[in-house]
């Protein structure tokens, strides 16, 4: 009988760690994830039932230590070159129960991306954050915060907009930084982040990328106020809120990098980010496969089972096509963001376009094939017993996170054109 | 101005009647329902079912059709088609779920007293339940859908989910594991298109208290919140002979006909409440620093067009539907097979178009899209589900087929 392991993987490059990340998440998935999924989307503001599978993976597998460098009692991972297909093997299991889990997982490491990937390690903040993710088994989530009231996604596109809208500031007060400013819709806020990373200006309306700064701040300073979760369409287990920033203290060093450095890596959040759907979408289709393979086995048109029928038959097979294209894609993907020697730094704008190009593609094959299978199981494809429903909803809310699908046409074509006004 | 207003539709086909009809239901949603919708959300008790009552009882348009004789309006010639669309993209606009709710009651009305259609034991027999009530009648259809058991009898490739025996006068209906179109907790009236051994299939009544029906529990599901869906999880009731409104494929047609418009005329209101959220959106919205409106940059500029676009074709597909039914004579008949295959067309374009404008729509809004305090999602989670009861493409498909090519097999 065929499963979601027939679909093809790029055995070529898979990680070494591929066999034992699989195992791990596909038992931790069918355990303590799937059992309870169902009843996630009324979790949403108390994470009663969602704590207790992330309370598992993060703090006693100890998964939120990976990108730490082991001398600081992490896994090392953020000094590999088979991070991102690690990752993509990782977000496709959870994402296959619940793409929401799987953002909170994968946004929990973005603020680190800053500081723990080569060759922009920031030793002294890793020595400075390890702690509180190593040397515990409780899960502790990390946001990075970046969107703000007016504008939306414009914080994303640095390229073109250049750090000029970005109203929350960060000025320098003697040894320190002081914060001030309100950011909307990071993952993993809501109360439930630690440790935020937030995107500042030093120089309020400045188009120098030297004053985009980021900044780490602990939820417990002063001045640091979380809101509570908002209610969306999906996605419950990806916790977000308003968060405030009143005149917050930090030490200069808490600056993630440097000037113009800040503003570069930050391409590097873009292009794993982007990644990391692709992989979110795999992960999702997969187990969207198992329960319409399960319908079309069940249900019967004209006297025989519904997959019989020559015109539903079509559909089927764009449903499998896509998944076998997007996952190989999406591998490649992954790939391409490790493999710097091969494919340019992982910050670079070229990889950033290219990343976003793949994410929004696979964004649109996902919502129209899927959008058609529902349809398929009728009264059934809007039930929550049937989960279709669920991913569908989810995944239309990961198109839409870090910028539009917009903006991701817009950063395509003036990497690919060369265009210089968009 | 809003999306009534600037989307175009055939003004000048609809009477006076329509139009005011139209302009007060506009009125009660917007107090009743968009008013209180931050603060009561889906809430069934609180503002769906209340505003469902003032929809169908105060305003009326549960007693519409029904003879004048038999306490209605006597609305129930072919033109009641414009009335229905002006309504239910009303309601829609504010509601989708209360629109999909109302487009069964209206259906089953026209489909049993529309001029020279309906019998006359069938209007004295449940005129009352509409008209002289004290509440509004929830109405749901229980219709052919996959089946998982071979043997079952079909009709048009689907398996009947009911099937009706008659025993003497009476005619008693059974089956299990039912999943009828919508409100199987609440329905008070059961329209069901039931198997008949040896003989044509039967369109009959179960009130909702008729012993013998086992509701389960609540599902939950993607939206619609003000149809509290359940299965059937058995069905052995016994109704009287007068129940069984029509015999043959002629009136499902026709019934289907009517409900494939209020499914058209819902997925427009629904299109003109995105609309009108986009264009806000367009007006308010600054992108890429000071001074840069969103409705002015090119590329969101484009999706806004063609959101209107889509909506405008929608509306005039919805009415174009409502004047086929207006005139039947002239698509081939009441109950024909050519009015049912366009109305089914229709309302599988205008779901789907529905579906793609505000996913375009929720693209344009990004995290405001899809949060619960903008109202949008919620439109686009409402549709969906609509076009998933609306029944599969793929199977639609073999519908055109069957009529346009006339194919023999299918």
């Known amino acids: 009988m065929r499963d979601i392991d027939d679909f093809t993987r790029p055995l070529e490059y898979i990680s070494p760690m591929d066999g034992l990340l699989g195992s791990i998440f596909r038992e931790w998935v069918e355990k303590e994830v799937l059992p309870y999924r169902r009843q996630f989307d009324e979790d949403y503001r108390d994470h009663h039932l969602i704590h207790p599978p992330f309370k598992k993976l993060l703090g006693e597998y100890g998964l939120q230590r990976m990108i730490f460098p082991e001398d600081l009692g992490g896994w090392g991972m953020g000094r590999s070159n088979y991070m991102c297909v690690a990752a993509f093997r990782m977000f496709e299991e959870i994402a296959r129960a619940d793409s929401g889990m799987a953002l909170a997982f994968g946004a929990l490491f973005w603020p680190f991306l800053f500081i723990a990937l080569e060759?922009?390690?920031?030793?002294?903040?890793?020595?400075?954050?390890?702690?509180?993710?190593?040397?515990?088994?409780?899960?502790?989530?990390?946001?990075?915060?970046?969107?703000?009231?007016?504008?939306?996604?414009?914080?994303?596109?640095?390229?073109?907009?250049?750090?000029?809208t970005i109203q929350t500031t960060a000025v320098r007060d003697g040894d320190e930084w002081v914060i001030n400013g309100h950011k909307l819709w990071p993952s993993n806020t809501g109360g439930l982040a630690k440790l935020m990373a937030v995107v500042c200006t030093t120089n309020p309306g400045s188009d120098d990328p030297r004053d985009i700064a980021v900044i780490f701040v602990k939820d417990d300073m002063p001045g640091v106020t979380q809101g509570p979760p908002y209610e969306k369409a999906g996605m419950a287990a990806d916790m977000n809120s308003d968060i405030w920033f009143e005149n917050v203290r930090v030490p200069l060093w808490y600056r993630a990098i440097g000037p113009g450095d800040d503003a570069k890596y930050f391409g590097e959040v873009m292009a794993t980010g982007n990644m990391g759907i692709i992989a979110w979408i795999s992960g999702a289709m997969m187990n969207i496969y198992e329960r319409l393979t399960d319908y079309v086995n069940r249900k019967r048109y004209r006297g025989k089972p519904l997959k019989e029928d020559d015109g539903v038959a079509g559909l089927l097979a764009d449903f499998a096509a896509n998944i076998e294209n997007i996952r190989i894609v999406g591998y490649q993907c992954a790939r391409m963001c490790d493999r710097h020697d091969l494919y340019g730094p992982l910050w670079h704008p070229g990889l950033v376009a290219k990343m976003r190009a793949q994410r929004y593609l696979?964004?649109?094959?996902?919502?129209?094939?899927?959008?058609?299978?529902?349809?398929?199981?009728?009264?059934?494809?809007?039930?929550?017993?049937?989960?279709?429903?669920k991913h569908w909803r989810d995944l239309k809310i990961l198109q839409l996170v870090e910028g539009s699908k917009q903006l991701c046409q817009i950063e395509v074509a003036r990497w690919f054109y060369e265009c210089e006004t968009l | 101005m809003n999306g009534s207003?600037?989307?175009?539709?055939?003004?000048?086909?609809?009477?006076?009647?329509?139009?005011?009809?139209?302009?007060?239901?506009?009125?009660?949603?917007?107090?009743?329902?968009?008013?209180?919708r931050l603060e009561l959300k889906e809430d069934h008790q609180g503002l769906l079912a209340p505003s469902f009552a003032k929809i169908m009882w105060e305003i009326g348009l549960q007693k519409m059709f029904w003879p004048e004789e038999h306490g209605g309006e006597g609305h129930n010639s072919p033109a009641a088609a414009y009335t229905v669309a002006a309504a239910l993209e009303q309601i829609?606009?504010?509601?989708?779920?209360?629109?999909?709710?109302?487009?069964?009651?209206?259906?089953?009305?026209?489909?049993?007293?529309?001029?020279?259609?309906?019998?006359?034991?069938?209007?004295?027999?449940?005129?009352?339940?509409?008209?002289?009530?004290?509440?509004?009648?929830?109405?749901?259809?229980?219709?052919?859908?996959?089946?998982?058991?071979?043997?079952?009898?079909?009709?048009?490739?689907k398996g009947f989910q009911a099937r009706a025996k008659k025993e003497g006068d009476a005619w008693r209906v059974s089956g299990k594991n039912i999943?009828?179109?919508?409100?199987?907790?609440?329905?008070?009236?059961?329209?069901?298109?039931?198997?008949?051994?040896?003989?044509?299939?039967?369109?009959?009544?179960?009130?909702?208290?008729?012993?013998g029906i086992a509701r389960g529990k609540e599902l939950k599901k993607t939206g619609l919140a003000a149809s509290r869906n359940a299965d059937l999880a058995s069905l052995e009731a016994k109704v009287p002979g007068t129940n069984c409104a029509w015999r043959g494929d002629g009136g499902a047609f026709r019934l289907l006909s009517w409900y494939y418009l209020g499914l058209a005329a819902t997925a427009s209101g629904a299109l003109l409440a995105n609309y009108e959220i986009i264009r806000e959106w367009g007006d308010n919205r600054v992108i890429k620093g000071k001074d840069h409106i969103f409705k002015d940059n090119p590329l969101t500029a484009a999706l806004m067009g063609e959101v209107a676009k889509d909506t405008s074709v929608v509306r005039l597909l919805a009415y174009e539907l409502a004047s086929m039914l207006a005139e039947p004579d002239a698509f081939g008949g009441n109950g024909s097979q050519a009015l049912y295959t366009a109305a089914l067309?229709?309302?599988?374009?205008?779901?789907?178009?529905?579906?793609?404008?505000?996913?375009?729509?929720?693209?344009?809004?990004?995290?405001?899209?899809?949060?619960?305090?903008?109202?949008?999602?919620?439109?686009?989670?409402?549709?969906?589900?609509?076009?998933?009861?609306?029944?599969?493409?793929?199977?639609?498909?073999?519908d055109f087929a069957r009529w346009f090519y006339r194919t023999v097999t299918l």
């Open chain 2, 5 to 36: 207003e600037i989307i175009p539709f055939p003004r000048n086909r609809l009477d006076k009647a329509d139009l005011d009809l139209a302009s007060t239901l506009q009125a009660m949603v917007e107090k009743e329902i968009v008013e209180k």
């Open chain 1, 362 to 389: 696979a964004m649109d094959r996902f919502i129209d094939v899927t959008g058609r299978v529902m349809n398929l199981m009728e009264a059934y494809g809007t039930d929550r017993d049937w989960d279709v429903e």
């Open chain 2, 92 to 157: 829609a606009r504010a509601d989708v779920g209360l629109a999909f709710l109302a487009a069964h009651s209206l259906a089953l009305q026209a489909s049993l007293t529309l001029d020279g259609q309906g019998g006359e034991e069938a209007c004295a027999a449940f005129a009352p339940l509409f008209c002289s009530g004290d509440r509004p009648l929830v109405v749901s259809f229980i219709l052919p859908a996959f089946a998982e058991e071979e043997g079952v009898p079909e009709w048009r490739g």
């Open chain 1, 119 to 164: 060759p922009h390690e920031n030793r002294r903040l890793l020595e400075e954050f390890a702690p509180m993710f190593c040397e515990t088994t409780e899960p502790v989530f990390a946001a990075l915060c970046m969107t703000e009231p007016q504008g939306g996604s414009d914080i994303e596109n640095v390229e073109i907009v250049k750090g000029t």
């Open chain 2, 179 to 211: 999943r009828p179109t919508c409100s199987g907790l609440d329905a008070d009236l059961f329209g069901a298109w039931c198997a008949v051994e040896g003989e044509e299939p039967a369109f009959i009544l179960i009130p909702g208290d008729t012993p």
């Open chain 2, 345 to 398: 067309m229709i309302a599988h374009q205008a779901c789907a178009s529905a579906e793609y404008v505000i996913n375009r729509t929720m693209e344009l809004m990004a995290s405001a899209g899809y949060a619960k305090e903008w109202q949008l999602e919620r439109y686009w989670r409402d549709v969906k589900a609509m076009q998933c009861h609306l029944g599969a493409y793929e199977l639609a498909k073999h």
